[in-house]
């Protein structure tokens, strides 16, 4: 019996396959460039919108704290409407917006002496909210009221600016309250953003 040994030809990729694989390994690489970028930009927005957030929970918080006087009352009088919005911040933390960098805020930041009113009591802006930031942050945050804060249409802004690329296009984000019919606290069902990724 004759044996027939066929020569087995040799094996590799030709020049096309390696450049299709070439082609797919490029798109593949841009896709994950983006996508991280894109990460990256959602984890920093996610800071404004959760401390704005929380900024919102603290002034409800407050507009329902007991601010009545400590004075005695007599006998069949009143105390008046106790419930009040925290005033106007005396600066935004950090006063200047950070540049493509992040600011480690301290308490004293959080603490103006100008929100502080006699005996120690926080009587408006973040000491009143009770809101700090003890983590490096990329964004300003400001508090402003509109009004006296006792009374139906008074308002609160709060904002969060930040530059998170270095090139001096801001990031804003806002969220507003309002006090409505019935003296109820009503804050935006969502924060109004404008170039949120810049």
Same mark, same amino acid.
């Given at each position: 019996?004759?044996?027939?040994?066929?020569?087995?030809?040799?094996?590799?990729? !030709?020049?096309?396959?390696?450049?299709?694989?070439?082609?797919?390994?490029?798109?593949? $690489? @841009?896709?994950?460039?983006?996508?991280?970028?894109?990460?990256?930009?959602?984890?920093?927005?996610?800071?404004?919108?959760?401390?704005?957030?929380?900024?919102?929970?603290?002034?409800?918080?407050?507009?329902?704290?007991?601010?009545? !006087?400590?004075?005695?009352?007599?006998?069949?009088?009143?105390?008046?409407?106790?419930?009040?919005?925290?005033?106007?911040?005396?600066?935004?933390? %950090?006063?200047? /917006?950070?540049?493509?960098?992040?600011?480690?805020?301290?308490?004293?930041?959080?603490?103006?002496? $100008?929100?502080?009113?006699?005996?120690?009591?926080?009587?408006?802006?973040?000491?009143?909210?009770?809101?700090?930031?003890?983590? %490096?942050?990329?964004?300003?945050?400001?508090? /402003?009221?509109?009004?006296?804060? !006792?009374?139906?249409?008074?308002?609160?802004?709060?904002?969060?600016?930040?530059?998170?690329?270095?090139?001096? @296009?801001?990031?804003?984000?806002?969220?507003?309250?309002?006090?409505?019919?019935?003296?109820?606290?009503?804050?935006? %069902?969502?924060?109004?953003? @404008?170039? %949120?990724?810049?």
């Amino acid at each position: 019996m004759m044996k027939v040994s066929q020569r087995k030809g040799k094996e590799g990729f !030709t020049l096309i396959e390696l450049m299709i694989v070439v082609a797919i390994v490029g798109i593949l $690489a @841009v896709l994950a460039i983006y996508g991280v970028r894109k990460y990256l930009a959602n984890a920093k927005t996610a800071e404004a919108r959760n401390s704005l957030g929380q900024i919102a929970k603290d002034a409800a918080a407050a507009y329902e704290r007991e601010s009545m !006087t400590g004075a005695v009352l007599a006998q069949g009088a009143a105390a008046a409407m106790s419930r009040s919005l925290c005033g106007s911040a005396a600066a935004a933390v %950090p006063v200047a /917006v950070p540049a493509g960098a992040k600011y480690q805020s301290s308490p004293a930041d959080w603490a103006n002496p $100008a929100d502080i009113g006699a005996a120690g009591v926080a009587q408006k802006g973040f000491p009143c909210l009770k809101f700090t930031m003890d983590a %490096p942050q990329y964004y300003s945050y400001n508090y /402003v009221l509109a009004g006296a804060g !006792t009374a139906v249409n008074d308002q609160f802004t709060a904002t969060a600016q930040g530059d998170l690329n270095g090139d001096a @296009v801001l990031s804003t984000f806002t969220l507003l309250g309002k006090i409505g019919a019935g003296f109820v606290l009503n804050v935006a %069902p969502n924060i109004s953003e @404008v170039n %949120p990724e810049e």
